[in-house]
Structures are given as C-alpha cells and as structure tokens.
C-alpha cells in the first residue's frame, strides 16, 4: 500500500495504476457497500478479486472503465438500479449435493426418526443460502426417503438467497451431470432425470421433489425475516465465514427466531457459534437444536 501512497493519481477518481483498476477511494466505497448490503467482507486482499467481478457487470452496462462505473453507482444515482446486479456480481457460490455428509446422517439417524416420533405433522425446513440448489434438493432427497418409509410425514423446503442468477438457476434444477457424483445411485434413480440429449450433460431434479421447494430472494442482513417461526430444521452453511462477529451474531439470533423449540439448526463445518448467546444447545459437530 506504501505505493499507491506515494503514487496518488491527480483526482480521487483516476485509478492508482494503470487505466482499468479501482483508485483507492472508490475501492473503500464499494467494499464499505458491499459489506452494509449484504454483510460480506472486503479487505484489501480481496481488491482484484472485486474488479474482475465489475468488469462483468461494467461491460453489461456499457460502462468503459470501473472507476467510470463508481461513478455511475455513487455520483449518478445508479445504485438504486444496480445494487442488486452488483450484489450478484460479487457473490461467491460455491456449492455441491451432500456437502458436509454427516449434516444429512443425522437428520436420517436422529433428526427425522425424532420429529416422525414427535407426532408427524408436515416437516418445514428453510435452506437459508441455497445458492443453485444443490443443498436444498439434496435435503429434499433426504426428506423424500424419510417421507417414503415413515407413514408419508410430508414436507415443504423453503429456499432463499442473496443472489438472484443463483436463485434462477435453483428453480429450474438443472446442473452439469458430474454435479451428482456424490449422489448414491438409488437416490438418482428416483430424483434425477437425464437430459434426451446426452451430449449436453445435463440431468433434472424429477418435478416430484421441484414441487416441494419455494424458492425467494432474501437478505440475511435485513432487520427482520419474512418466514415462518416454527421451522423444524435451518441449515445456514458456509455463509457466516463472509460476515465478521457482530454481523453472525446478529443473523444466527434472526434465524433462531425461525425455529421451532426442539429444531435444528446446521452450519458449516467450518463456522462456530462461541462467545455468541444463542438458545440453542450443540448436539453434533456444528448441529444446534433449540431450547
């Protein structure tokens, strides 16, 4: 940073190197944005990462230059009209069907066997970052199997997400036909359809489980959440890495608010809820269930 410092352009809005690169101050105003909106962090490293995402979007718009569509965002009022395509820009999707397997062990060994036990009334989950699908039809698989051999106890996923491309490519269910690798062969004879033309490699979630997801966009930042209060299993995975402290604690309070008493709530293997007062109780590794 010492030589951006000592190379400062002539106007705040010339970039610091070169003719196609953020200037410092338009790269603090995207990232504090950024991180307002959608509570995703932007630190310094992150900065070429964030400007070949908004040449993208720089090129969709006609816009010659990122410094050229700052100006549009901050200083011609386009931001009411582009947040949400800058948003989607830069968000990171990464997901696959079974990700972190022993979430879905436990809801068929534990979780299911207990609320089936419970009385059976419909189960309701909420796939709370569901990206292009993958985690909610695979958590459909797994409720479909439970809804087969244990007196048809039926269900309904809710699916949400920032990301509007995401979202669009989540309700059609379709995907690359390695996507499914992970998929045991019994499950994709029952969930999965290929597509007529095999040269496209593409296969289909069987319209017998599309009908049981509702898909909607959703911000996790938002103050409060448009959802039912008494779901039986939240899986919120792999997103509170993005966000700092305050930020999760504040999401994973939201999300509690949405479970019922004796549901569960699933994170990513990687993510941890210390030093944050929840009224949840840990009962397998990154498994929460409500007081």
Same mark, same amino acid.
């Given at each position: 940073?010492?030589?951006?410092?000592?190379?400062?352009?002539?106007?705040?809005?010339?970039?610091? !190197?070169?003719?196609?690169?953020?200037?410092?101050?338009?790269?603090?105003?995207?990232?504090?944005?950024?991180?307002?909106?959608?509570?995703?962090?932007?630190?310094?490293?992150?900065?070429?990462?964030?400007?070949?995402?908004?040449?993208?979007?720089?090129?969709?718009?006609?816009?010659?230059?990122?410094?050229?569509?700052?100006?549009?965002?901050?200083?011609?009022?386009?931001?009411?009209?582009?947040?949400?395509?800058?948003?989607?820009?830069?968000?990171?999707?990464?997901?696959?069907?079974?990700?972190?397997?022993?979430?879905?062990?436990?809801?068929?060994?534990?979780?299911?066997?207990?609320?089936?036990?419970?009385?059976?009334?419909?189960?309701?989950?909420?796939?709370?970052?569901?990206?292009?699908?993958?985690?909610?039809?695979?958590?459909?698989?797994?409720?479909?199997?439970?809804?087969?051999?244990?007196?048809?106890?039926?269900?309904?996923?809710?699916?949400?997400?920032?990301?509007?491309?995401?979202?669009?490519?989540?309700?059609?269910?379709?995907?690359?036909?390695?996507?499914?690798?992970?998929?045991?062969?019994?499950?994709?004879?029952?969930?999965?359809?290929?597509?007529? =033309?095999?040269?496209?490699?593409?296969?289909?979630?069987?319209?017998?489980?599309?009908?049981?997801?509702?898909?909607?966009?959703?911000?996790?930042?938002?103050?409060?959440?448009?959802?039912?209060?008494?779901?039986?299993?939240? !899986?919120?995975?792999?997103?509170?890495?993005?966000?700092?402290?305050?930020?999760?604690?504040?999401?994973?309070?939201?999300?509690? =608010?949405?479970?019922?008493?004796?549901?569960?709530?699933?994170?990513?293997?990687?993510?941890?809820?210390?030093?944050?007062?929840?009224?949840?109780?840990?009962?397998?590794?990154?498994?929460?269930?409500?007081?």
């Amino acid at each position: 940073m010492g030589a951006v410092a000592q190379r400062a352009p002539a106007s705040d809005d010339a970039p610091a !190197f070169g003719a196609d690169q953020l200037s410092a101050k338009n790269f603090k105003l995207l990232a504090e944005l950024i991180q307002g909106y959608s509570g995703i962090k932007m630190p310094s490293n992150k900065r070429t990462m964030l400007e070949g995402r908004l040449r993208r979007r720089m090129r969709a718009t006609g816009i010659n230059s990122l410094n050229g569509y700052c100006r549009y965002l901050f200083d011609e009022d386009g931001l009411d009209t582009e947040i949400v395509h800058l948003i989607d820009a830069v968000t990171t999707n990464k997901t696959e069907f079974f990700r972190e397997p022993a979430h879905f062990d436990f809801l068929r060994t534990q979780g299911l066997p207990a609320m089936a036990k419970a009385g059976g009334r419909p189960i309701k989950a909420w796939s709370a970052a569901c990206s292009t699908g993958a985690e909610p039809y695979t958590l459909a698989m797994v409720l479909e199997e439970h809804r087969r051999l244990n007196r048809r106890q039926d269900y309904s996923i809710l699916c949400t997400d920032l990301c509007t491309q995401v979202l669009a490519q989540a309700v059609s269910g379709v995907f690359q036909e390695a996507m499914i690798e992970p998929v045991e062969m019994e499950l994709r004879r029952r969930y999965v359809m290929r597509a007529r =033309d095999a040269a496209r490699g593409t296969v289909r979630i069987v319209p017998q489980l599309r009908s049981k997801l509702t898909f909607a966009r959703l911000n996790l930042m938002d103050d409060a959440y448009p959802v039912d209060r008494d779901m039986d299993v939240i !899986f919120c995975r792999n997103i509170l890495i993005y966000f700092d402290k305050p930020t999760q604690s504040k999401v994973l309070s939201r999300l509690c =608010d949405h479970l019922r008493p004796g549901g569960y709530l699933f994170l990513g293997h990687s993510e941890s809820i210390v030093g944050i007062d929840l009224p949840v109780t840990q009962i397998a590794n990154t498994v929460f269930q409500r007081s």
